[in-house]
């Protein structure tokens, strides 16, 4: 079964806004790791955080994780078009040694 | 993209023919993966490779088996392809020596079987 949840399956926002996502897992991991994918390619790799970090940044990106909580946010400010992709939260369980990803946001930005 | 190509791009087949993937890498990494991808699933593993002719099994391995026989190539294998293995199969590495580190993904094959 998936280990991550996310929240919303879709979402639609004006260029210029800001935009969440959400990812919610199921047991202790070692790190949680946020992904974009355009129509038609491979997965890309934005952030990783750890289960000891409780925010990250990344340009317009910032990433929060609450281990109390088993969930993760995503957040990218500013908006822009070419922000349209999906987005994939992944995580890694405690001693293992693959992610297991939840099923996806997809992120639209009208101009 | 970490020197990471994946062959046949596309592929059409038959029921009950057997099928191989193919992914390469240039860097050297440990370990390898291969998912497949289908609408409301997101990416479910397959099999994964932690070294030479080192693999383990992932959530959806039955169907399909894979070979590692030297660092750079990990070949998947549908031995007899049924329609319900029509996806787009994807191949990562993970960037550092534990396979807990960040991943980097393939261009994808898109399989269609008929």
């Known amino acids: 079964s998936q280990q991550g949840e996310e929240d919303p399956q879709a979402l639609s926002i004006q260029e210029g806004e800001n935009a969440t996502m959400n990812c919610s897992y199921k047991t202790s991991i070692n790190n949680l790791q946020w992904y974009r994918q355009n129509s038609g390619r491979g997965l890309v790799h934005l952030i990783l955080?750890?289960?000891?970090?409780r925010e990250k940044h990344s340009g317009r990106l910032r990433v929060t994780l609450d281990t109390s909580k088993k969930s993760s946010s995503l957040l990218i400010t500013a908006s822009r078009a070419a922000d349209t992709a999906s987005y994939f939260c992944g995580s890694v369980r405690r001693g293992a040694q693959k992610l297991v990803f939840g099923q996806g946001t997809r992120l639209t930005i009208n101009p | 993209d970490a020197g990471i190509t994946q062959s046949p791009r596309h592929k059409v087949t038959e029921t009950g023919t057997p099928v191989t993937l193919r992914c390469h890498q240039t860097e050297n990494h440990r370990y390898m993966y291969w998912y497949r991808q289908d609408p409301g699933h997101g990416l479910r593993l397959i099999h994964y490779s932690y070294g030479v002719k080192d693999t383990d099994k992932g959530e959806v391995s039955d169907g399909y088996s894979v070979s590692r026989s030297k660092t750079e190539d990990f070949l998947l294998t549908l031995e007899s392809a049924t329609s319900s293995q029509t996806s787009v199969y994807f191949c990562a590495i993970s960037a550092g020596p534990t396979g807990e580190d960040e991943q980097y993904f393939g261009p994808g094959t898109r399989l269609t079987v008929t």
């Open positions: 955080i750890r289960s000891n970090e």
